[in-house]
């Protein structure tokens, strides 16, 4: 009777290569821009006033790598002001906060739109402050002052072009304050020139801020953090 060949045990050290191999395939995410704000610091706020003007957005944009390149960011970070009252959590004054993004072109000058810019990222907010998994708000410093992180994005931008943005929120029906309540952008100064944008409800690009939103001779722009991993070449 022929004898069975008897097979190996595999023990732990045969699972090594395979711990090995799965860290590889996963991309890491790196930090492509950073306008941030630090929690103490006393930011400027950029806004519109609704009352005012309510059929304006106001919107900025950025720029991640190099003309050729192509990367998907996978999260970004801003900071938001509302002009109700301090102790009130962000969730008691808005229902929801939207990112809104798209690819500027400016040397366009027919309107289309295809330029628009499109919600890419909504989050629900509790009255308690809590929000989805997607979209995290957390305390930004300072008193009224709120850091949002929108997670999960996978989005695919060319390198080098100019992304441009806005973050809308939804006044809650219920609140007490939504009467007053406004949400406001955290800026930041920056060198050389640089316009702030000003965008209908639906997107649409209206015009550029006035040169009146300099501080202290320095453009202002939208506090925000980029993070983002490399995507496929471009191709040719």
Do not use: Y
């Amino acid at each position: 009777m022929p004898r069975r060949r008897s097979t190996p045990k595999q023990g732990w050290l045969g699972l090594i290569p395979l711990l090995v191999v799965i860290p590889c395939c996963v991309s890491a995410q790196t930090l492509l821009l950073d306008r941030g704000i630090l929690p103490e610091s006393d930011a400027r706020t950029i806004g519109i006033d609704s009352k005012a003007d309510a059929s304006s957005l106001m919107g900025d944009d950025f720029t991640v790598g190099r003309e050729g390149e192509t990367w998907v960011i996978d999260r970004l970070r801003v900071w938001v002001i509302s002009d109700g009252a301090s102790s009130t959590a962000l969730g008691a004054l808005f229902q929801g906060i939207t990112f809104l993004g798209g690819l500027a072109n400016d040397q366009d000058t027919v309107e289309c739109a295809c330029h628009n810019l499109i919600p890419l990222k909504t989050g629900t907010l509790a009255e308690n402050g809590s929000t989805n998994a997607d979209v995290v708000v957390s305390l930004g410093g300072r008193p009224n002052r709120w850091q949002v992180d929108f997670l999960n994005f996978r989005w695919s931008v060319p390198g080098g072009a100019k992304i441009q943005f806005a973050i809308k929120a939804s006044p809650r029906r219920s609140s007490l304050h939504n009467s007053s309540a406004r949400l406001l952008v955290a800026a930041v100064p920056v060198r050389g020139e640089h316009s702030l944008r000003i965008f209908t409800q639906e997107g649409g690009l209206k015009s550029f801020l006035d040169k009146k939103a300099q501080d202290s001779g320095n453009s202002l722009a939208f506090g925000i953090q980029v993070w983002g991993h490399s995507g496929p070449a471009a191709a040719p």
